[in-house]
């Protein structure tokens, strides 16, 4: 068994980083191989709407057509016996461009444009999705982040197979907040949220993990 996750945001040692590395660890713990990608280090690009995975007998049909350094990632993940854990922070109401490029990569392929619509994915994915951002949880529903959330898991568990997701809320953006424009932050109340809060959702992700290697 297998899990492997994916760091969607340019930073490698930070909380999302962290976040996915605690539950690779609590899927290490259980006995499951793991690895981490981070998504920066590759060069590619998002869907270019070629139609090549819809196309009826097409060498491609219910695959991505693309060829870059996304692509053995995407074979990866749908042959091998893998659960996947995808993690990015929030940028301006949603992930990150690269991430957003894996995502339509990774599932608009296996969307069958039936009645009703359908998945030709070739097995069941055990999938989760860690989130990071600046914004307090009291600030949610006023940013429409909840229905972001919803709006992604729905197709993952839709395409994919079963997926949960886990938030972090609030996070440290800034080691130095005194070097920064960032007025309306309290890095008082920052820092002290990441030391009482933040290991908390460390330890989310580290359970994640293990149910993760369990499924598997």
């Known amino acids: 068994m ?3 996750a994916v760091n969607g945001s340019p930073r490698k040692t930070w909380n999302t980083a962290t976040l996915l590395q605690k ?5 290490a713990s259980q006995g499951a191989e793991t690895e981490l990608i981070h998504l920066y280090d590759l060069n590619f690009k998002g869907c270019g709407s070629c139609f090549g995975c819809k196309t009826k007998g097409g060498n491609s049909y219910g695959r991505c057509a693309m060829r870059d350094e996304l692509t053995p990632l995407l074979q990866r993940i749908e042959k091998e016996n893998c659960a996947v854990i995808l993690g990015s922070p929030m ?6 461009g690269e991430m957003k490029s894996l995502m ?31 914004c307090p949880e009291a600030f949610i529903q006023q940013v429409n982040y909840d229905r972001y959330f919803s709006q992604n898991e729905g197709m993952m568990a ?4 079963a997926c949960e997701s886990l938030y972090s809320y609030d996070t440290l953006q800034f080691e130095d907040y005194s ?25 989310k992700a580290f359970d994640m993990g293990v149910r993760f290697a369990q499924a598997v």
Not at 158 to 161: A, K, M, S
Request: hydrophobic share 35%.
């Open 104 to 134: 339509e990569r990774l599932l608009f392929p296996y969307l069958v444009y039936s009645n009703p619509p359908a998945s030709c994915c070739p097995r069941k994915i055990q999938t989760g999705l860690i989130y990071t951002m600046n």
């Open 91 to 96: 940028y301006f109401g949603g992930v990150t």
């Open 2 to 4: 297998k899990v492997i």
């Open 179 to 203: 070097k920064m424009v960032a007025d309306w932050m309290d890095p008082q109340k920052k820092m002290q949220r990441h030391r009482e809060v933040f290991p908390q959702d460390c330890q």
């Open 158 to 161: 839709r395409i994919l197979g």
């Open 23 to 27: 539950a690779l660890e609590g899927a």
